[in-house]
């Protein structure tokens, strides 16, 4: 079955999905992205998403190249078009094509392109024995909030993280942990609190993030939005990570640290069944 993307309002066949060279997303990461999951064909907490898109859009002074509506109707034909009940559904929204220039071009159409891709979820044996990460320095911008295309910052941690072995690099600033490399990082604390970093400039507020932290405080279990350092990490009773592709994914060694017990622990389990529980809900899916 041939794999169909779409490109500023035609669906091609992806080895023929181009966009131009002066593209701007291409010359200058003039640009935003999001990245969706589906089960059984339905978008996963899509209208979070949607949103996220729309205030990343603003923020670069960009508008919907379409109604939300609209959008919402090419992404349910698309993955039509792909025969896929479950995957992952990339959606970049560029400035447009414009003679290379760094200032706005005036009369530019946004470029908008869409993908369709295979779950990327992490393995059963990683969610069963947890995950290692490294630190790296976070040497990215100040608006990692906007889900911008620049990400080279990240890409060159994570491909430390592969070099390493590891599953993720979370990034430092100074000695605080701010997310990781593509996901939010979490810890929790030997009083049962789940911490991570504040939904800020600092960081991209992930929409696992947002869903989880609600379904945690839903059920009783504790939540501070506060950094924590990589001593808080090393006298942590448990941590895991978060994202679209990863869902809820134990950590059981930062560096050379032994986190907790070595195993996922009854607070990131807990967290993981609640999670799954949402997908099933919203999408009838079963892990
Ligand atoms: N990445 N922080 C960063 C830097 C990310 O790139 C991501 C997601 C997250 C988690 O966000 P969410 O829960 O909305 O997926 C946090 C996606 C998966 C990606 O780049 O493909």
Not at 30 to 44: K, P, T
Not at 99 to 106: S, V
Not at 199 to 228: C, H, M, S, W, Y
Request: proline letters at 4%; hydrophobic letters at 40%; aromatic letters at 6%.
């Amino acid at each position: 079955m041939s794999r169909i993307s779409y490109v500023n309002g035609r669906y091609v066949n992806h080895h023929e999905a181009m966009v131009h060279v002066e593209d701007r997303g291409y010359q200058f990461a003039d640009g935003i992205y999001e990245y969706v999951a589906f089960y059984n064909g339905m978008l996963l907490d899509g209208d979070l998403h949607f949103d996220r898109l729309e205030r990343s859009l603003y923020e670069l002074q960009m508008h919907m190249p379409m109604s939300r509506a609209a959008l919402e109707i090419v992404v349910e034909e698309l993955i039509e078009r792909n025969f896929k009940q479950d995957g992952g559904l990339y959606i970049q929204i560029t400035r447009g094509v414009a003679r290379r220039d760094h200032g706005f071009p005036k009369r530019v159409r946004p470029a908008l392109v869409m993908t369709v891709c295979a779950p990327k979820l992490p393995k059963a044996h990683e969610v069963a024995a947890g995950v290692r990460v490294i630190t790296q320095p976070d040497i990215r911008w100040g608006r990692r909030d906007i889900k911008s295309i620049s990400l080279l910052a990240n890409i060159l941690a994570k491909q430390e993280a592969a070099n390493a072995v590891a599953r993720e690099a979370w990034l430092l600033e100074g000695k605080v942990v701010t997310e990781g490399s593509a996901s939010n990082a979490y810890i929790v604390n030997k009083k049962g609190e789940v911490v991570t970093h504040p939904a800020n400039e600092k960081i991209l507020g992930g929409i696992t993030r947002d869903v989880l932290l609600r379904l945690a405080q839903d059920n009783g279990i504790p939540v501070a939005e506060k950094a924590f350092t990589l001593a808080q990490v090393e006298d942590a009773a448990e941590a895991f990570l978060t994202s679209t592709s990863a869902n809820v994914l134990p950590v059981v060694k930062v560096d050379d640290m032994i986190i907790g017990s070595s195993r996922p622990g009854p607070v990131t389990q807990k967290l993981n069944a609640l999670y799954t529980q949402h997908i099933l809900m919203q999408t009838g899916k079963q892990f």
